[in-house]
């Protein structure tokens, strides 16, 4: 556990070439992945939102720490990806128009395609129409919509619009996910899974494919 905070520090306070030696560290140890993550990263990331509330720190930490998160997260992959699974469908993922935050997008990435799930991934600040645009292109079953801001989060509701005004709402299952988002909001706005973290949204993916 002492192991896990000092990851969660490490990363709150920016210190990349110590975080990835401790999660090296961690790996040989052998903790999971998962826990290197949740309890480890991520619990650095939201104590450093915690920090950023109470202006103690400032949007550069938060860049600094989200750059360490995507380079320890490319160390993790390996060990995440369990491949070797059968193809079960794809799914265009994306974090939602005037939203930037991709880590957690990043995450569920990581997951579904350790899924089997063939995913495209639309990057950051993805408009109703480039979701539904890449769902017909690719066929994909799946639309997925990250958003980390609760100005933002409203794109979902415009992505469900569209994708009914396109006719194609009962051949696309749309999920939702991100910090502000939750169970009523996705029944509010008529999409149809709300997943809290990237783990169960990959789960749950695979399911709505099958
Ligand atoms: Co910003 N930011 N940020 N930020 N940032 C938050 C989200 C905030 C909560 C901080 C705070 O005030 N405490 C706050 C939002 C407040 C609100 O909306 N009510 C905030 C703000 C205000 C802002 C700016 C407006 C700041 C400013 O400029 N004044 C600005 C907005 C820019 C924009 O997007 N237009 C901004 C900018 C940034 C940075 C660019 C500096 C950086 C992002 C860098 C990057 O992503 N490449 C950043 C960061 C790092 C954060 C915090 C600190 C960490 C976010 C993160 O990566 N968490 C965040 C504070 C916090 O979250 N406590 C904060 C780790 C990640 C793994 O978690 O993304 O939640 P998360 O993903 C989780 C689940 O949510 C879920 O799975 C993951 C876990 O497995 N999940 C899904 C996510 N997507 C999913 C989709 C699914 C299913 C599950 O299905 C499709």
Do not use: W
């Given at each position: 556990a002492d192991l896990l905070s000092a990851i969660a520090s490490a990363?709150?306070?920016?210190?990349?070439?110590?975080?990835?030696?401790?999660?090296?560290?961690?790996l040989d140890q052998g903790y999971s992945p998962d826990d290197i993550l949740s309890?480890?990263?991520?619990?650095?990331?939201?104590?450093?939102g915690d920090a950023f509330?109470?202006?103690?720190?400032?949007?550069?930490?938060?860049?600094?720490?989200?750059?360490?998160?995507?380079?320890?997260?490319?160390?993790?992959?390996?060990?995440?990806?369990?491949?070797?699974?059968?193809p079960v469908g794809s799914a265009c993922l994306g974090t939602v128009q005037g939203d930037m935050h991709d880590i957690g997008k990043n995450l569920v990435k990581i997951m579904m395609e350790g899924s089997g799930i063939q995913v495209i991934?639309?990057?950051?600040?993805?408009?109703?129409?480039?979701?539904?645009?890449?769902?017909?292109q690719h066929h994909c079953g799946i639309i997925?919509?990250?958003?980390?801001?609760?100005?933002?989060?409203?794109?979902?509701?415009?992505?469900v619009e569209l994708a009914r005004a396109r006719g194609i709402r009962d051949q696309v299952k749309i999920m939702v996910g991100g910090a502000p988002?939750?169970?009523?909001?996705?029944?509010?706005?008529?999409?149809?899974?709300?997943?809290?973290?990237?783990?169960?949204a990959a789960r749950t993916a695979v399911a709505l494919l099958r």
């Amino acid at each position: 556990a002492d192991l896990l905070s000092a990851i969660a520090s490490a990363l709150e306070h920016g210190q990349q070439k110590k975080l990835l030696s401790l999660c090296r560290q961690a790996l040989d140890q052998g903790y999971s992945p998962d826990d290197i993550l949740s309890k480890g990263m991520v619990k650095g990331m939201s104590d450093l939102g915690d920090a950023f509330s109470a202006n103690r720190a400032f949007v550069p930490e938060m860049l600094i720490a989200a750059r360490c998160m995507t380079a320890a997260m490319e160390l993790l992959k390996p060990h995440m990806a369990a491949s070797g699974h059968e193809p079960v469908g794809s799914a265009c993922l994306g974090t939602v128009q005037g939203d930037m935050h991709d880590i957690g997008k990043n995450l569920v990435k990581i997951m579904m395609e350790g899924s089997g799930i063939q995913v495209i991934d639309l990057g950051v600040d993805v408009s109703p129409q480039q979701f539904i645009d890449a769902a017909q292109q690719h066929h994909c079953g799946i639309i997925a919509c990250s958003s980390l801001l609760t100005t933002t989060m409203q794109g979902m509701r415009q992505v469900v619009e569209l994708a009914r005004a396109r006719g194609i709402r009962d051949q696309v299952k749309i999920m939702v996910g991100g910090a502000p988002i939750s169970q009523a909001f996705c029944d509010e706005i008529g999409a149809d899974a709300y997943t809290p973290d990237a783990g169960t949204a990959a789960r749950t993916a695979v399911a709505l494919l099958r």
